[in-house]
């Protein structure tokens, strides 16, 4: 019976899936980090306070819907969720429905200061992303209000568009950041990343104008509509066993690149400014008054070999027995979509398919209060989320304001989120010298009894720790240092 609901709910575009957006938000725009901080914007590599920058691990994994809410306490007990007891349903909304999930692994990663104004980063990261809905709320209610319900039974149910796509793969990134002007109080930065992609695992699903009724149980009719679903042939040999040897970093390649900005305000203070104690390699990394940065991240894509059972259907039938479209036990995924395919009309279709990234728009604003106090905002626009393409993976549109306190080896960050569904968050992320750990939405889902979304993200990185300020080859002053040096003041 599940396996009905879930194939009759994605061939009527009840298709609620996942998606990618900010990676260690708070924390991703503080001047501290570094090498986590090149996703967002590669420009910010340039000027960073660090000679050197080792990502040894991190994690940024985050999941939601706007559909079903769960109760906290049986999801944390990891028991079995009972319907209309442990999850419910938005069912009187009036918008349609979305879900959305990511999962950003940074392995082994490094950022290099070539000197004060240039450097150079390599991030390996693997990645899986997703993003589908569109769905109406009156169809997603037929297919989860216990179903089936003949409550539901002689009424049409119709949708324009519903999506579904799911998209992992591995990245090799190399970046080049420089500061391209230097001249009085402006400074302006500029960065590209260049990505070499391997492709693991690729699938989508799209329905458009559909419109069907369940006379029974057991018989539907299905009055227009089409559909279109692929996925990469390596996954029809997908070893269910050893999930390791699927992977191969080099396999399906494509081709990917970030490009960043970032200007900085610096104005004249007299030589005299509010630097921390503690020796930076580059101490005048943070003596900006306020900065702007734009950025577009995750251009490009990968292009696949469809499955032979992947196809492009008109779904039209009358009494259709819905009990078909069930996987059966033991069927395996290519030998249950060929028989799906065989019980509709083919329409025309292409051997491959080109899955685009998430393509993204960054934008950032900082300003620093005094030193140790600053206050960012950051924004997210998803630039792939329209209908007219069937092969991508799509960004979660957000905006993020996120108050932090700064010092060399510790850093607390407070993101205040919204994003594109009205669902606002508050969170935490803290930094305390290589490990960094926090949520962006942890203060919220401590309060609620029942949650559907959440996210964390926990990073461990190696960084030069000097707790002898005169220790470094340029000692602190920042600002400070650099006018006393143009007025010609003489060495104390």
């Known amino acids: 019976m599940l396996h009905t609901r879930l194939l009759i709910a994605m061939l009527m575009l009840c298709a609620a899936v996942s998606t990618q957006a900010q990676v260690f938000p708070g924390y991703h725009t503080s001047q501290y980090a570094g090498i986590h901080a090149v996703p967002f914007n590669p420009a910010l590599a340039a000027g960073t306070r660090y000679r050197w920058d080792v990502n040894i691990v991190g994690l940024d994994a985050k999941a939601g819907n706007t559909y079903i809410r769960a109760n906290k306490s049986s999801l944390l007990s990891g028991d079995k969720l009972v319907r209309n007891v442990d999850y419910f349903p938005d069912s009187t909304a009036t918008r349609k429905q979305y879900g959305w999930g990511s999962a950003d692994l940074m392995l082994p990663s490094?950022?290099?200061?070539?000197?004060?104004?240039?450097?150079?980063?390599?991030?390996?990261?693997?990645?899986?992303?997703?993003y589908g809905g569109g769905v109406e709320t009156s169809t997603a209610n037929f297919f989860t209000l216990n179903?089936?319900?003949?409550?539901?039974?002689?009424?049409?149910?119709?949708?324009?568009?519903?999506?579904?796509?799911?998209?992992?793969?591995?990245e090799f990134g190399f970046s080049y950041a420089r500061v391209i002007k230097d001249q009085g109080d402006h400074r302006w930065k500029a960065g590209i990343t260049v990505k070499y992609l391997?492709?693991?695992?690729?699938?989508?699903?799209?329905?458009?104008?559909?419109?069907?009724?369940?006379?029974?149980?057991?018989?539907?009719?299905?009055?227009?509509?089409?559909?279109?679903?692929?996925?990469?042939?390596?996954?029809?040999?997908?070893?269910?066993?050893?999930?390791?040897?699927?992977?191969?970093?080099?396999?399906?390649?494509?081709?990917?690149?970030?490009?960043?900005?970032?200007?900085?305000?610096?104005?004249?203070?007299?030589?005299?400014n509010t630097m921390q104690e503690g020796g930076d390699?580059?101490?005048?990394?943070?003596?900006?008054?306020a900065r702007i940065a734009v950025s577009i991240v995750d251009i490009g894509g990968i292009s696949y070999k469809k499955s032979a059972t992947?196809?492009?259907?008109?779904?039209?039938?009358?009494?259709?027995?819905?009990?078909?479209?069930?996987?059966?036990?033991?069927?395996?995924?290519?030998?249950?979509?060929?028989?799906?395919?065989?019980?509709?009309?083919?329409?025309?279709?292409?051997?491959?398919?080109?899955?685009?990234?998430?393509?993204?728009?960054?934008?950032m604003g900082d300003y620093n209060i005094d030193g140790r106090f600053f206050v960012s905002a950051s924004a997210t626009i998803a630039l792939n989320g329209g209908k007219k393409d069937d092969n991508k993976t799509t960004a979660l549109t957000q905006f993020q304001i996120t108050p932090r306190w700064e010092s060399t080896h510790l850093g607390a960050y407070l993101p205040i989120q919204v994003n594109r569904f009205g669902q606002a968050d508050a969170g935490v992320a803290l930094r305390a010298g290589p490990l960094v750990l926090g949520s962006a939405s942890l203060f919220t889902n401590l309060f609620r009894e029942n949650i559907n979304h959440a996210d964390v993200f926990v990073a461990l990185r190696i960084i030069p720790i000097r707790f002898n300020k005169w220790s470094w080859d340029k000692g602190n002053g920042g600002i400070f240092r650099k006018k006393r040096n143009q007025l010609g003041c003489p060495d104390i």
Not at 113 to 128: H, K, N, P
Not at 147 to 157: H, I, S, W
Not at 337 to 353: A, G, I, N, Q, V
């Open 110 to 130: 490094v950022l290099y200061s070539i000197d004060e104004r240039q450097s150079v980063a390599f991030t390996w990261r693997v990645r899986g992303s997703s």
């Open 310 to 363: 992947s196809a492009d259907l008109d779904m039209r039938a009358q009494d259709f027995p819905a009990s078909l479209l069930n996987k059966r036990k033991e069927e395996s995924m290519r030998a249950w979509t060929s028989r799906l395919s065989s019980m509709f009309t083919p329409l025309e279709t292409d051997e491959k398919f080109y899955m685009n990234l998430p393509t993204s728009l960054n934008l």
């Open 147 to 170: 179903y089936p319900n003949p409550r539901f039974f002689d009424r049409t149910f119709a949708d324009n568009y519903g999506s579904g796509m799911g998209h992992a793969w591995n």
């Open 198 to 272: 391997g492709g693991q695992a690729a699938a989508y699903g799209v329905g458009r104008d559909a419109a069907f009724v369940f006379e029974d149980r057991n018989r539907v009719d299905i009055n227009s509509g089409k559909f279109f679903y692929g996925y990469n042939e390596g996954l029809d040999e997908w070893d269910k066993n050893n999930q390791l040897s699927n992977f191969s970093p080099f396999q399906n390649p494509g081709i990917g690149a970030d490009i960043g900005v970032v200007y900085e305000w610096r104005p004249d203070n007299d030589g005299f």
């Open 281 to 289: 390699w580059n101490p005048d990394a943070d003596t900006w008054k």
